[in-house]
């Protein structure tokens, strides 16, 4: 059974940084582009960012574009989120996926991804 498994959540004070691990298992890594998402409570899940199945594209939400920065290790099966400049509203549980078809491209849209992670808890706050 595939596996996607996020790690690196934790407390942290407004301005401070993060970051997240996803580590793959069980499919051709390299097949798919990988998406993070977030949830608050009460909120509907967000996309946050997506890369590309070799790194060449990388897409972000506004809310934390030039603040977010998204890579992935393909001989480590894995993809990192660092975060810097964290805000209150940053405080989510983030999630890591895959995309649905093998090659596709990447989006923001929770729909186009599955194999859904388990989720790391971020919580800003001084």
């Known amino acids: 059974q595939l596996q996607l498994v996020e790690s690196g959540g934790g407390l942290v004070q407004p301005g401070g940084s993060l970051r997240l691990s996803c580590v793959a298992s069980r499919f051709p890594f390299t097949n798919h582009a990988i998406g993070w998402f977030r949830q608050a409570p009460g909120k509907e899940r967000e996309g946050v960012s997506c890369?590309?199945?070799?790194?060449?594209?990388?897409i972000y939400a506004d809310s934390v574009k030039g603040r977010f920065t998204i890579s992935r290790d393909n001989a480590k099966n894995t993809v990192y989120l660092q975060m810097n400049s964290l805000k209150p509203e940053d405080t989510a549980t983030y999630y890591c996926?895959?995309?649905?078809?093998?090659?596709?491209?990447?989006?923001?849209?929770?729909?186009?991804?599955?194999?859904w992670g388990q989720g790391t808890q971020v919580t800003v706050s001084s």
């Open positions: 996926a895959k995309t649905r078809g093998i090659g596709a491209g990447c989006s923001l849209t929770g729909a186009s991804f599955d194999s």
């Open positions: 890369i590309s199945r070799y790194g060449g594209t990388t």
